[in-house]
């Protein structure tokens, strides 16, 4: 496999602040996750996650499925000291994070640029940044610690069509990001307060896209806009449950 060379020199092991890097590490990627303590890498291999994708309905090549893998592994390696997420076995990583941060692909294309809202562990902006590497692809989050990690892992995987911007929206002056033709969050708040939130954000004719599981749908039934121009639901391999996603394109 190819080796990359990043514009940095020092430990890869230590993340590097937000909007720092511009490429990957000098060493290649297989080897820079778990072999850098002599631990195996945790997380689901990249077979697991093309038999799991497959099953979604999804087909990934080897060197992203590579990506995905050591996306997963570093998000579980840094979850030893930040909460990034409570999933944990390499099973349901690899559906429950990674199939469901790629089922947007069976759903819509995304030219041009995507914003993930409250990305956090990077999921579902990094999977689609992998397999949309003509996609920009801009990564917020409100935790300074969680944009280190995000930070990390594009370098990590050199991913020139990422950025990674640490702030709050709808506190503070506006962030010098956008506009941007789809935005695509799992949704945490109901979702027409997200929409007039980022409305600002969002280019003319461009979408929302919210990815919602059984919880999020039971707590925001109510605050689904009724803008909603398409509602598709879809079912997790290894019947890890049920998903829904809906698009949204604001009227004016």
């Known amino acids: 496999m190819r080796r990359c060379r990043g514009s940095r020199p020092g430990d890869p092991g ?22 850098l303590r002599g631990e195996p ?9 093309r038999e799991v994708l497959a099953e979604a309905g999804i ?3 080897a060197m992203e499925a590579e990506r995905l893998s050591v996306h997963a592994a570093e998000m579980l390696r840094w979850n030893r000291s930040i909460r990034l997420t409570a999933i ?25 640029r995507l914003l993930d809202f409250g990305s956090g562990a990077g999921y579902p902006g990094i999977p689609l940044a992998i397999c949309l590497p003509g996609t920009r692809v801009t990564l917020v989050d409100a935790s300074a610690k969680k944009c280190a990690f995000l930070s990390r892992v594009r370098g990590l995987l050199g991913l020139p069509n990422v950025a990674v911007v640490h702030g709050r929206v709808g506190k503070g002056p506006r962030l010098p990001i956008g506009p941007f033709d789809h935005i695509v969050t799992r949704a945490t708040a109901p979702p027409q307060e997200t929409v007039t939130l980022l409305a600002p ?12 599981g059984p919880s999020a ?29 809906l698009e949204i394109e604001p009227a004016g």
């Open 14 to 35: 230590n993340p590097f602040p937000c909007n720092r890097l511009s490429g990957c590490s000098t060493w290649n990627i297989r080897v820079g996750v778990g072999s």
């Open 201 to 212: 954000y969002l280019a003319p004719g461009g979408r929302f896209l919210f990815l919602l």
């Open 88 to 112: 944990t076995d390499p099973v349901e990583v690899a559906a429950k994070h990674v199939a469901d941060s790629l089922l947007p692909l069976r759903f819509a294309p995304f030219p041009g």
């Open 217 to 245: 749908r039971a707590r925001h039934v109510a605050g689904i806009p009724e803008a909603v121009t398409r509602r598709e639901p879809f079912r997790l391999p290894r019947g890890m449950g049920d998903r829904e996603i």
């Open 59 to 61: 087909t990934v090549s």
């Open 41 to 49: 890498p945790p997380g689901p291999g990249p077979g697991l996650i």
